[in-house]
């Protein structure tokens, strides 16, 4: 609690964080602001005891009530312009990453023609190359698609479709997607499912990014041989479904489990050895729980590991 409080007083760190100067920050303001009230509750207090003179206290009321406009003012235009420039900086994000979208694209259908048609007449060596393209294409891809995302987040435009939706079966083929990757670290991933579990209503594509995203991390922040679980459960008085993924990695540590969700946040744990990752999945993961009615969490304890749950009502 007191942790709490000096964290949101530290000026520095706060102006640091939404890239100000320290006098621009609201916490300043607001203790600038403080000190003016205190200051000329003092003073009106004062001039009352000392003049009895009703015109005197009319125009240092009215002294007040100026100055305490103008610091009011000045902190909500601060407030405005920071709201503005998040804004702007949404806006470039999603006019980037729409710009990034086509010629990637383009790459994508390009390197699949060369495969399909060409690939015959191609040494070992050039489909290596080749191979190694069309990955290095698809990784742009998916920080495009996770930057439109978090910019739709951002203008309140991320919507979620509605189809009818087999989890069990977005759990099976992540499992399959990334169990190769698994093998190559010597990760076993162990699937679960509770065959009672129904159909419901969701975005298909959404929950395949989030069950991906949460298998992807969790034999990504394995940094031995290890095991990850997943598990999906129907609750039919709650209806709701569950699905957890439970990996013996590297965990996260106490002090920077409540950032996890953050975007582009990284623990310091994994960013030393493990270069590849942007902080979005989870934001974004988080994002499409919540606005399916639903919630993701986890419990992790470092160097013991981790396990995200998430659950979703049945509709
Ligand atoms: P990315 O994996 O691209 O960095 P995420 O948003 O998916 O982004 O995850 C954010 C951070 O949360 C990771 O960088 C890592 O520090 C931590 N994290 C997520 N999942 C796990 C896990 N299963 N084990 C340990 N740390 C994890």
């Not at 409080?5 to 300043?28: C, H, M, Y």
Request: hydrophobic share 40%; with cysteine; glycine share 6%.
């Amino acid at each position: 609690m007191r942790l709490k409080i000096i964290n949101d007083f530290d000026i520095q760190k706060q102006a640091r964080e939404l890239g100000v100067s320290v006098w621009q920050t609201p916490s300043f303001l607001f203790f600038v602001m403080g000190i003016v009230i205190i200051i000329a509750m003092t003073a009106v207090y004062s001039i009352s005891k000392y003049y009895d003179s009703p015109e005197i206290l009319i125009m240092t009321e009215s002294g007040v009530v100026i100055s305490l406009f103008i610091v009011g003012n000045f902190i909500i235009r601060n407030i405005e312009i920071m709201a503005i420039s998040n804004k702007v900086k949404s806006e470039f994000v999603s006019v980037a990453s729409h710009q990034l979208k086509t010629p990637l694209s383009e790459v994508s259908w390009k390197l699949e023609l060369l495969m399909a048609k060409y690939s015959q007449g191609l040494t070992e060596k050039q489909h290596e190359i080749l191979d190694s393209v069309n990955k290095s294409n698809d990784k742009m891809k998916r920080l495009v698609n996770d930057l439109l995302d978090v910019a739709r987040i951002e203008q309140s435009n991320f919507y979620l479709g509605s189809e009818s939706v087999d989890l069990n079966k977005i759990v099976e083929e992540a499992a399959v997607d990334y169990r190769d990757l698994a093998r190559a670290k010597g990760v076993e991933i162990e699937v679960s499912t509770d065959r009672f579990l129904p159909s419901f209503q969701g975005d298909q594509r959404k929950l395949e990014l989030m069950v991906g995203n949460l298998v992807s991390n969790a034999v990504k922040y394995m940094n031995k041989k290890g095991k990850v679980r997943i598990v999906s459960n129907f609750n039919p008085s709650k209806k709701q479904v569950q699905v957890c993924v439970e990996d013996n990695g590297v965990g996260i540590p106490d002090s920077q489990q409540k950032k996890i969700f953050e975007k582009f946040f990284r623990s310091d744990n994994v960013v030393k050895y493990q270069t590849e990752g942007t902080g979005l999945g989870l934001y974004i993961a988080k994002n499409i729980a919540d606005k399916s009615g639903g919630d993701l969490w986890f419990e992790s304890k470092e160097n013991v590991g981790s396990k995200f749950c998430f659950i979703l009502p049945v509709k």
